[in-house]
C-alpha cells in the first residue's frame, strides 16, 4: 500500500576518479561518509533503506527533517579533515512522493523521479522538488533559503519539474549549470585551459549580477589581466539564470562604433531586416528576453555605450557584462576591477607545497608544465619564481609568456632576462598604467629572445586582424628576411607568442596573437619604418582574394566563397580601414565593388552601404568612369533597395548604367537595367518593370550568360506576379529556377523557390506553395549562415 515519504538521495561526485588516484585510502574515506551521512540522518529521524556503491538512500516521514539531516551532512562533509584528499564533494536531493515500502525498501516513480533530480546536481550541491519545496519553505532553518532554478526538464521525466536549490551562507552556493535536457541557449566558447585563482572573482560577478538594481557590469583593468577569460567563466556559471540563454560577442577586431550593434546582432544571430537598422533589430530581439550579453573589449568602441544602456532600458530582462581597459562611463553602470593573481610575501616564503594554494605561483607551474613536463617547484626554484611572478605584478599574462620559456631556460635565467628588461623598460608611455608598462616588459623580453627573422615576422603579423592562414603570411610577409615563414611561424608559435587555431572544416590551422602582444608587435613595426608597405601588402592580398570571390559569387563554389570571406571580415575591414586612411580610392572601390554582393547575402546591409559611401566620396573628387566606380554604386543601389531607400536606389543605378554604357560593358548594363526593374517594380510601376526586364534579359541571352537570363526571368516572374498573371509568374520563375539550377547558384534557386510559392498561392496550388516555400528557406539559411 502506498503512503507519501520523503527521500533523501546522495551520491560522491567523482568517486571513480578518487578511486583511480587514491585506491588504498577511499575504503576508509567512504566508510567515513557513511558513518557522517548516517548520523545526521538518524539525527532528524530519518533512515537509510540502502547504499549503493557511494550512493546512499534514505527515507523520511517528514520533509523538514529531510532538508535538516542534508545540510547537517553537508556541514558535516564541509568541516571534515580528510586524511588525503583535499575535500568529498556529494550531491544529494529531496523529493516527496507516494511509494510503496516491501521488505525494508521502497518502490514507485517517486524513487525515479528523485534519481533523476539527483543527476541533475552538482558536488555539495542540495536540490529540492516543488513537491518538496512546498512542505519546507516555511520551516527554513536561519541562514538558508531557497533559490528558484525554474522549470527544467530531466530525463525519462514526461514533464518539467520546478527545482530549487538550498542555499546556506556556511556552505559553497555556487555551481556549474544543472545537467538537465533543457540547457539555455548559448554561444560561449570552449575554454582549452584551466583558469587559475579566479574563484572569489568568479563569485563575486555572479552576485552582482544578481542583484536586481544591478543591469550592466563593467570588468576593467589593463591588458593581460584576465578580463576576458574571468567574464566567460562567470558567465558559463551564470546560465541556469537567464532562461534566453547567454550570448559572447568578442569587439577586438571592430574600431568603429557604428559597427557594435551589426556585431552583437551577428553573435545573437539576428538578421538585420528592411527598414531597420542593425540597433533596431537587436532592440526588438532583446525587448522580452532574459538574457545575458558578455561584451568583450569595449575600450575601442566606448561612444557606444548608449547604444548599450539605451537597450537596457528598453529590455526589463537584459543584463550586460562588459570586458574593458577603462569604464564605459554611462548612467547606471557598476564597475568591477579585476586584480592580479595573488601573490606570497617576499619576506616570509612557505613551502613549496603551499606555495601551489597562491595563483599566481600556480599559474606558473601549470603552464611550465604544458611545455616541461618535468618541471616541478621545489626548495632551489621556489624563491626565483615567486620572485619572477612578482616582478610580473601577477598579471597572468606576463606569467604565462615567462612560463613558456621554461621550455629553454632555468627559472634563475629566466629571472635575470626579466629583470633587465623590466628597468629598461619602466620608463614607458606615463598615460598607461603600471601595470601595462609591466606587461610591455614582459613582451619586450620575449621579442629580444627572438632572432633577427623572427622579429620582422612577429611585426608583420599584427597588420593581420582576427588572424591569417599560412599561405596568407607568406604571401604577405615574405622576403630576402623572412624567406622561410613556415619554420619561422613554427618557432613563434613554440615560443607563445603567436597561436595556431583549429578551424571547423579547414585542414591548416589558422595563426594569430593575443591583443596585447598584437598590439607590442605593431609598436615594432612601426618602428622598422615597414608599416605602410606591409599594410599595403595585405590590402592587395585580401583585394585579391574578394576579387576571386566575387568570380564564384553565382556558382556551385558560393557557400564556401562566403564563407572565406566571413572568416577574413576582419582582414577585409583593415584592407578597407588602410585603403581609406592612405586616400587609395581605387582601392577601396575595387574592394567594395568585389565585397558588396557577400554583405548582401550575409545580412551586413548598414555596414556595406556605409562602406559604400565612403568609398565613393573618398577624394571629394569628381569619380573616373572604371568598373570599379560603377560597381559600388550599383552595390549602393541594391543595398539601398533592401534597406527600402528605392528613390536613393534610383539614383544609383542609373548612375552606374551611365557609367556601363559608356565602358561598353554589356553585361554591367544588362545587371543595372535588371535592378532598376526591380527597383520600378518596389515602386509599383510594373510596366516600367517589365520593359526593363525584358531589355536585360535579351542582353544575358546575346551574351550567353545562363546566370544573368535567370535573374532577369526571376525579376519579369515577380512583375507577373504583381500584375495578378500567376500561371505567367509560375512559367517564367520555373524557368529562372532551371537555369539557377544550372549554374549551381543556391541564392539565386531561392530567390526563384520563392516567387513560385507566391505565384502557386493564387493558383491554389497550397501543397506546392509550401513545398517551395520551405526549399526557399532551406536555401536562404545555408547561403546566409556563416560555417554552414
Sequence with gaps: MERIYTFLFTDIEGSTRLWDQYPEAMGEIIARHDALLRQAIEAEHGRVFKTVGDAVYAVFNEAPDALRAALAAQHA?????????????????????????????????????????????????????????????????????????????????????????????????EFPPLKTLDIRPSNLPAQTTTLIGRDSEIAAVRRELRRNELRLLTLTGPGGTGKTRLALRAAAFMLD???????????????????????????????????????????????????????????????????????LSAAPGLKALVTSREPLGVYGEHEFPVPPLGLPSLSRLPSPDQLLAYP????????????????????????????????????????????????FLTPAAILERLSDRLQLLSGGPRDLPTRQQSLRGAIAWSYDLLDQPEKRLFSRLSVFSGGGHM???????????????????????????????????????????????????????????????????????????????????????????????????DNLRAALRWAADACEQQLSLRLCSALWPFWLRRGYWSEGARRLTDALALNNSDLPESAAVAGALRGLGVMANEQGDTEAATSRLDAALAIYRNLDDTRGVALSLNDLGYTALLNGDTGGANALGQESRSLFASLGDVWGEAMAL????????????????????????????????????????NNLSLASLPLGDYADAMQYAEQSLTLFREVSTPGH
Design 360 to 407: 599566481a605561483i600556480a599559474l606558473f607551474v601549470e603552464r611550465a608544465q604544458a611545455v616541461r613536463s618535468d618541471f616541478t617547484l621545489d626548495k632551489e626554484n621556489s624563491a626565483i619564481v615567486v620572485q619572477i611572478c612578482a616582478r610580473l605584478d601577477g598579471l597572468p599574462l606576463a606569467i604565462e609568456l615567462a612560463a613558456a620559456r621554461v621550455k
Design 471 to 569: 599561405d596568407d603570411i607568406e604571401t604577405i610577409c615574405t622576403d630576402e628576411i623572412v624567406n622561410d615563414a613556415f619554420f619561422i611561424l613554427e618557432s613563434l608559435v613554440n615560443k607563445s607568442l603567436v597561436k595556431a587555431l583549429e578551424i571547423r572544416g579547414m585542414m591548416e590551422p589558422r595563426f594569430d596573437m593575443l591583443e596585447s602582444i598584437s598590439a607590442y608587435a605593431w609598436a615594432q613595426l612601426a618602428i622598422s619604418g615597414e608599416a605602410d608597405e606591409f599594410q599595403r601588402r595585405h590590402t592587395i592580398c585580401y583585394l585579391g582574394l574578394a576579387e576571386q570571390a566575387e568570380a564564384a559569387y553565382y556558382g556551385s563554389d558560393q557557400i564556401a566563397a562566403l564563407n572565406r570571406l566571413e572568416l577574413e571580415h
Design 714 to 753: 526571376n525579376t519579369l516572374g515577380a512583375v507577373a506576379l504583381a500584375e495578378g498573371n500567376s500561371e505567367e509568374a509560375a512559367r517564367l520563375c520555373h524557368e529562372s529556377l532551371d537555369r539557377f539550377s544550372a549554374v549551381g547558384d543556391r541564392w539565386g534557386m531561392a530567390l526563384a523557390l
Design 77 to 173: 562533509l564541509h568541516q571534515e579533515q580528510w586524511a588525503t584528499i583535499e575535500s568529498l564533494r556529494v550531491r544529494m536531493a529531496l523529493h516527496t512522493g507516494p511509494a510503496s515500502s516491501r521488505s525494508g525498501d521502497f518502490f514507485g516513480s517517486t524513487l525515479n523521479h528523485i534519481a533523476r533530480l539527483l543527476a541533475a546536481g552538482h558536488g555539495g550541491q542540495i536540490l529540492l522538488s516543488q513537491a518538496a519545496q512546498k512542505l519546507v519553505r516555511d520551516a527554513m532553518p536561519a541562514d538558508c533559503a531557497l533559490r528558484d532554478m525554474g522549470q527544467r526538464q530531466l530525463k525519462d521525466l514526461p514533464k518539467p519539474e520546478h527545482i530549487y536549490q538550498v542555499e546556506d551562507e556556511n556552505l559553497p552556493q
Design 241 to 311: 539564470d537567464f532562461e534566453d540563454g547567454v550570448f559572447y560577442a568578442p569587439l577586438a577586431t571592430i574600431d568603429n562604433p557604428s559597427l557594435v550593434a551589426t556585431a552583437i546582432a551577428r553573435s545573437l544571430g539576428v538578421a538585420e531586416q528592411p527598414g531597420q537598422t542593425a540597433q533596431q533589430a537587436v532592440g526588438g530581439y532583446l525587448a522580452d528576453r532574459k538574457l545575458l550579453l558578455v561584451l568583450d573589449n569595449f575600450e575601442q568602441v566606448l561612444p557606444a555605450g548608449p547604444i548599450l544602456t539605451e537597450w
